[in-house]
Each structure stands twice: as C-alpha cells, then as structure tokens.
C-alpha cells in the first residue's frame, strides 16, 4: 500500500507565503510524477503544478510566477512554495503521485488527504 501524507497548509494573508509538501511512502518502487491539485468550495478540483521524475514542470496559468514545485527524489517527497498568495488561491490542496508499486503490475494514482490553505484580504 502506498500513502501520500501532506503537511504545511494554514491561513496567511494576501501577499504572503507558504509551503506546503506531500510524503509518498509504502510499496513504492518509481515514482512517474507528482502533482498538486486544488479545490475551493463549489468548484471543481484542478490541476495547479506537476513535475516529473526527470524534473520537468507544468503550471496552471493562474499561479505561474507565484508558486514553484520542486521534488526530493531521494526522500519520494514534492513540495509546492506558494508566494504572493491571493484570495482566490484558498482551497484544500491535494497532492497526487503516479508510481508503479512493487506489489501490482502498472501505473497506479494515488492521492492525499489535502491540506487546507486559506489566504485572507
């Protein structure tokens, strides 16, 4: 079995920051790619930042520039700096991983619990 445990989320004010990381841990024998996702109440989750084992990345439009993630191989960790925060960008955070475990044949999509992040006006 595998477990995405994410930490860091919390309320900060508009323009600030925050870091916010996700530990894969388990039967994990590669991991293809790490993601973030977020969703605010009444709308649909969405796809904020992705990078691959080879460390290429891909930002949804409205947080490019602000946020960064970034990924510690060694420990099957990713983390997502967030900077200049806005209102909009209050949601649960989910972190997502794409991995072939040493269990099942595949690729198999695993995802956390979310972590709350609000940012006040």
């Known amino acids: 079995q595998v477990q995405l445990v994410e930490s860091g989320g919390g309320l900060v004010q508009a323009g600030g920051s925050l870091r916010v990381s996700c530990a894969a841990s388990?039967?994990?024998?590669?991991?293809?790619?790490m993601s973030w996702y977020r969703q605010a109440p009444g709308k649909q989750r969405e796809l904020v930042a992705a990078?691959?084992?080879?460390?290429?990345?891909n930002y949804a439009d409205s947080v490019k520039g602000r946020f960064t993630i970034s990924r510690d191989n060694a420990n099957n960790t990713v983390h997502l700096q967030m900077n200049n925060l806005k209102p909009e960008d209050t949601a649960v955070y989910y972190c997502?991983?794409?991995?072939?475990?040493?269990?099942?044949?595949?690729?198999?999509?695993?995802w956390g619990q979310g972590t709350q992040v609000t940012v006040s006006s």
């Open positions: 388990g039967s994990i024998f590669s991991i293809i790619g």
């Open positions: 997502n991983a794409v991995l072939v475990v040493t269990t099942f044949p595949g690729l198999h999509d695993y």
């Open positions: 990078i691959t084992g080879v460390g290429s990345t």
